[in-house]
C-alpha cells in the first residue's frame, strides 16, 4: 500500500511540474508581479507564443480599459485617477493563463470585426437608398428635358 501511495505521489509532482507556460496563471495582482510573472512565462514561450501573447494582452488589457458605452471619452476620463486605471487594466488579466488571455483577445477582436461589419452593412444599405433616390431624381430629370 505504500508503494502505490508513493507512486501516485512522485507522479503527482512529476505532472506538477510539466505544465505548460501558456497555461500558467498571470499574477498581476500589483504591477511588479506582473512585469515578474510575465517575464517568467514570456522567457519559456516560443517567439510565436510571446508574439500572440503580447498582442493578446494588448487587447485585452487596452479593452478593458474603455467603457463600451464611454469609448475613448471614458479612456481619457479614467485616466484621471491612474491607479484606479492600472487596477482595471491588471484585473483583466489577473489570474488568467497566456491561453485565457489570447482566447478572450480573439473574442474580442471577433466582437469588433462583428460591429464594423454591421456598420459596413448598414453604410452600403444607406448607400444603396440614396443611389435608386438620386436615379429615381435623374429619370423624372431626364422626362422634363
Not at 109 to 128: F, G, P, V, W, Y
Amino acid at each position: 500500500m505504500r508503494i502505490t501511495q508513493f507512486t501516485v505521489l512522485v507522479l503527482a509532482a512529476l505532472l506538477a511540474g510539466c505544465t505548460k507556460p501558456i497555461d500558467t496563471k498571470i499574477d498581476a495582482s500589483s504591477e511588479k508581479n506582473y512585469k515578474e510573472s510575465l517575464a517568467a512565462i514570456e522567457a519559456q514561450l516560443s517567439p510565436d507564443e510571446k508574439a500572440k501573447l503580447e498582442k493578446a494582452l494588448g487587447v485585452v488589457v487596452f479593452s478593458s480599459a474603455i467603457l463600451k458605452e464611454g469609448g475613448i471619452l471614458a479612456l481619457l476620463a479614467a485616466a484621471k485617477d491612474p491607479l484606479a486605471l492600472q487596477t482595471k487594466m491588471l484585473g483583466a488579466v489577473n489570474g488568467k493563463t497566456p491561453r485565457e488571455v489570447i482566447a478572450q483577445a480573439d473574442a474580442v477582436m471577433k466582437e469588433r470585426a462583428q460591429a464594423e461589419l454591421t456598420s459596413i452593412n448598414q453604410e452600403i444599405a444607406d448607400l444603396q437608398k440614396r443611389k435608386a433616390a438620386a436615379d429615381k431624381t435623374s429619370a423624372i430629370l431626364s422626362t422634363i428635358t
